[in-house]
């Protein structure tokens, strides 16, 4: 069965701080699709990036950056000179294999402090 | 273009009760999911969607948990009897898509249950 695991809990950084989030996955299938979402306080998750297994070339997006390597099962993401708008639980998540159930890690909160 | 929305934002019901939540998808999209997500955890799925036709039910969906399409547009779900284990935001998302190809799923505001 697919697992996403997020081992940072929690993470806080000073404003202009670059951070990365890691994400790590275990699945089975050989074709599959990967999702970063952030949750600000109103609770609304927030769709940021999906990537398919084939795809390994980084993405970067504004401040935003995304690393997948398929190697060790990692799809982390960094923010480059974080601000006080990012704080927000950032979720990474997989399909459940050929299924459209989504299966998310547990979180990582980041605070970014003026 | 208009998000995903759901009715009530916030709820507050005693033990024992009986509560609807619904959701409306974005317009075009044709798959429809519930996710309950508890403090401190990533969401986790309940059910979803195809048009009306209900594909998928997770294990978590309990006998007291229904939920509905009825004209493959807005969906409802309903908890009879609650318990204080309900308590959670329920979340409703919606994609595109015919085929299992992983669509991105857009997620609507949420409604929170407590459960006194």
């Known amino acids: 069965a697919q697992k996403v695991t997020q081992a940072q809990t929690e993470i806080s950084v000073v404003e202009k701080e670059d951070v990365t989030l890691d994400c790590v996955y275990e699945?089975?299938?050989?074709?599959?699709?990967l999702f970063w979402y952030k949750q600000p306080p109103s609770g609304e998750l927030v769709f940021l990036i999906r990537?398919?297994?084939?795809?390994?070339q980084n993405e970067i997006s504004g401040r935003y950056s995304w690393n997948f390597q398929k190697s060790t099962s990692s799809f982390n993401f960094t923010i480059t000179a974080s601000q006080v708008v990012d704080s927000a639980v950032y979720f990474c998540?997989?399909?459940?294999?050929?299924?459209?159930?989504?299966?998310f890690g547990k979180g990582t909160k980041l605070t970014v402090n003026p | 273009d208009t998000g995903v929305s759901q009715d009530p934002r916030h709820k507050i019901t005693k033990r024992g009760q009986n509560v609807t939540f619904r959701c409306d998808p974005i317009?075009?999209?044709?798959?429809l999911y519930w996710y309950r997500q508890t403090l401190g955890q990533g969401p986790e799925f309940l059910t979803y969607?195809?048009?009306?036709?209900?594909?998928?039910k997770s294990r978590l969906l309990s006998d007291r948990f229904s939920a509905e399409r009825p004209k493959g547009s807005f969906s409802t779900l309903e908890i009879q009897r609650t318990e204080q284990g309900d308590s959670a935001m329920y979340l409703c998302?919606?994609?595109?898509?015919?085929?299992?190809?992983?669509?991105?799923?857009?997620f609507g505001p949420g409604t929170r249950l407590l459960v006194l």
């Open positions: 969607f195809q048009n009306e036709a209900q594909l998928e």
């Open positions: 998540a997989l399909p459940q294999g050929g299924s459209e159930k989504l299966v």
């Open positions: 317009s075009e999209h044709n798959r």
């Open positions: 699945t089975r299938d050989t074709t599959y699709y």
């Open positions: 998302a919606s994609s595109l898509g015919d085929s299992w190809r992983g669509e991105t799923q857009y």
């Open positions: 990537r398919n297994s084939f795809d390994e």
